[in-house]
């Protein structure tokens, strides 16, 4: 019986997390447009205006469920919940602290990559069911960018994946830092089991993972159809895409998806290339700053801080970069990214054969 | 194509490096400050934000904005009403039975205006009204900013008569006409029965 509790609190917690995420990142992405386009953003309700996220949830919880009269209903009514319940569950395999993991799973890798992909069928869904024709164009360059994004982003989780030698996020984390159970070296030569830090994280380890990081930086923006890659949404050309016939709630938790998306990418980045919950701080000498700030709490902050950092970049390229146009996108993808993404998975492997067992 | 991939990123990041600047210079504002203020394009950095209504811009003195009509000063001469283009002015005028007073520029007052409306929703700025007043007591005021909720809210009224008071002046022109009339008449009278 106890056991089901805790599922139930884990969920719970999870969704409030991510609800709390989504208002504050809302704020926060507003603040940081208006100030990059010399701008105060919302300053009138509350102080500097902190708390006009809730009003607007207030507002869109209020609001009536409109199914437009031609929509397909059904798919229509489940394609949020299908939108949003996908990437919550893909929360469900992240570490948080190095004993604080909703859900082991010695496949977690492969598990969140196979549930990210699940919110592509939702879109695709709301903009069938929606039976508008911004609706389903912009559903359909959702699934193409989504499914052909899967591919550079997948094999560079690979050759990180290489690298760590297993598909487990929390043992991944765990050989990012002074708590490792392999043998880990900075640039594949210095050992620095006991000196951990930065030294220690997966693109330090394996330099080429930085190329491959900021592959799946840019592949991720893609996955989750931020600008410059918001082809699928578009304001300016398609009044929102496929959430157009969206009202109220329904619309609410398409959002939330979204803003949960963003940390979920910027979560798996961390976790698999920039050392997860463990500590950027390096024991030097007889000062141990690693062995300091390794702990639950510290987890917690740690991997906060540097999702935090990452959404923020993510925001911070979105009210810079204009929109891609569509060949551009595809151009970046199969022309750029895959190839890039390619020559990382060699890499990992001649790195892991050479280097590691020499 | 690798060159191509580099330009790619390299005009990213002078897009990033730039909107990054602009971040960092919101953590100050520019000053509410007037056209005419000197430093009025010294400010380049910093949010451009105006918090209107909490503040505001200084309007320039000589800019168009509201009408005003300054009754008393006016001699009811109409020919604001004339000149403006969209017809907007609309007076009634009244003969007053003797001079009325004068004006603070020393013009006399003949004329009693029992209308003087101003429909402002119609006005189109144009400050040609205030140009032709021969006692300058139609102006522009500095006021801008004006929401009303209902459009008949935007037909100024500036006639401090009563209904009451121009029944009374009208009945008085009357009688002054009539008895200019009857005199006029007698007169006629006496010039026949002189020849
Ligand atoms: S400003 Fe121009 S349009 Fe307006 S009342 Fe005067 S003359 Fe007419
Ligand atoms: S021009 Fe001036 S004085 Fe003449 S009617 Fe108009 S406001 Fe009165």
Known sequence: ?358 | MIKEAFNGLRTAWKGLALTLKHFGAASESKKVKGINEANYFGQQAGIATVQYPHQKLPVPEVGRYQLDVVIDDCIVCDLCAKICPVDCIDIESIKATDVIGKTSDGSVKRLYAPKFDIDMAKCMYCGLCTTVCPTECIIMTAEYDKSVTHISDLNYKFASMTDAEAAQKRLELEQQLAERQAAKAAALKKMEEDK
């Open chain 1, 1 to 358: 019986m106890n056991f089901y509790l805790i599922y139930f609190l884990v969920a719970i917690a999870i969704f409030g997390f991510i609800a709390t995420f989504s208002l504050v990142s809302v704020y926060a992405e507003r603040k940081i447009s208006a100030f990059i386009q010399d701008r105060l953003g919302p300053m009138e309700v509350g102080k500097y205006g902190w708390l006009q996220t809730a009003a607007d949830i207030l507002k869109l919880i209020q609001k009536e469920y409109i199914v437009p009269a031609l929509a397909d209903k059904v798919l229509f009514t489940i394609a949020p919940v299908i939108i949003f319940v996908a990437v919550y569950l893909g929360f469900v395999a992240l570490p948080w602290a190095p004993s604080l993991v909703p859900a082991s799973m010695n496949i977690g890798v492969f598990y969140v990559f196979a549930i990210i992909s699940v919110e592509a069928v939702g879109i695709l869904m709301a903009g069938w069911g929606s039976n508008n024709k911004y609706s389903l164009l912009g559903a359909v360059r959702s699934v193409a960018q989504m499914v052909s994004y899967e591919i550079p982003i997948g094999f560079v989780i690979i050759s990180a994946v290489m690298i760590s030698q297993s598909l487990d996020l929390q043992v991944i984390n765990y050989n990012q830092g002074i708590l490792a159970t392999q043998e880990i070296k900075f640039l594949g030569f210095l050992n620095v089991n006991h000196i951990g830090g930065v030294l220690a994280w997966n693109v330090f380890k394996a330099p080429h993972l930085l190329v491959a990081y900021v592959i799946y930086f840019i592949a991720s923006l893609a996955e989750c159809n931020r600008a410059p890659f918001d082809l699928p949404e578009a304001e300016s050309e398609l009044i929102g895409g496929f959430h157009t016939e969206y009202t109220g709630l329904r619309f609410a938790f398409i959002f939330l998806a979204e803003y949960a998306m963003m940390f979920l990418v910027a979560m798996l980045g961390v976790t698999l290339f920039l050392g997860g919950w463990n500590t950027p701080l390096p024991n030097i000498g007889s000062l141990h700053l690693a062995d300091y700030t390794t702990g639950t709490f510290w987890g917690i902050f740690w991997v906060m801080a540097k999702c935090l950092l990452v959404v923020a970049a993510q925001m911070w390229i979105r009210w810079t970069l204009p929109r891609l146009r569509v060949d551009q996108l595809m151009t970046l993808c199969w022309k750029v990214l895959t190839p890039l993404a390619f020559a990382c998975l060699v890499v990992s492997g001649l790195w892991r054969l050479i280097l590691l067992s020499a």
